[in-house]
Structure formats: C-alpha cells, structure tokens
C-alpha cells in the first residue's frame, strides 16, 4: 500500500429517504449512511475489528458495503443516534490513523530496504588509486 492509495474515509450522509425493515428483527430499521469514498480492503478490516472491539453501551449490527455503512437500529433508541455516531465517527478515524500508520511503516521499511541495496554496491565499489 502506497501514499496513494490511501483513502481518508468520513461519514458524508445519512439517507434519510430508504428506511427498511430488518429481516432478522421487526422492531428493526435498516438504514445507509454514506462515506466519502470506497475504503480498501485493510481500511474495512480495521474498522471492522474496531467497531468489535472497542465497547460502547450501543452497537448494532452493520456492515460496510462499498461506500456505504448499512446499519440494523431500534427505533426505539433514536434518542442515542447522536452519541452513536460520535462513536462511528471515532472508530473511522481510528481505521484511518492505523491504515495512514501502517503505509508510514511499509514506506519506512521499503525505504531501508532501498538504503540496503545502495549500501551493498557502495561496498562492492573499488575506489581508484
């Protein structure tokens, strides 16, 4: 993963126009809310292991699906929307700062490697007289 390829990803709407029932739940609504942009593959996984991983009273079930976070929430607890998607917020910059650190490391790392190799043919050198 390279400089470019890296995609900062933000929350950019709620579609408020498609509410659907929750297959799983009839108490439940699904519903999309859209990011900036595609995320990468490790983006999703990041994301993913963060939202799993760190507690809030208030998770429910979502899913990433190309520029989109479908989410399954209860009605019922509208009044938590908000701090629920202070949360979200949260845990997409934490999968942006560790997708941005581990592209810090592999560039750190390719770059040693680069260092290596000119090191090797500066000691293969012969200097003149």
Do not use: C
Request: aromatic share 8%; net charge negative; proline share 6%.
């Amino acid at each position: 993963m390279n400089e470019e390829e890296i995609t900062v990803v933000r929350l950019r709407e709620i579609d408020t126009e498609h509410l659907d029932d929750a297959e799983d739940n009839p108490e439940a609504v699904e519903f999309t809310v859209l990011l900036s942009g595609t995320p990468s593959d490790p983006w999703v996984q990041e994301f993913e292991q963060a939202y799993r991983q760190t507690p809030y009273t208030l998770k429910p079930p979502l899913e990433v699906a190309g520029d989109r976070l479908k989410i399954t929430f209860l009605p019922r607890y509208a009044s938590e929307l908000q701090g629920y998607f202070a949360f979200l917020a949260l845990i997409i910059r934490r999968a942006n700062d560790e997708i941005k650190r581990t592209a810090d490391i592999q560039a750190s790392h390719t770059q040693e490697q680069r260092r290596a190799e000119f090191r090797r043919a500066l000691q293969r050198v012969t200097l003149p007289g």
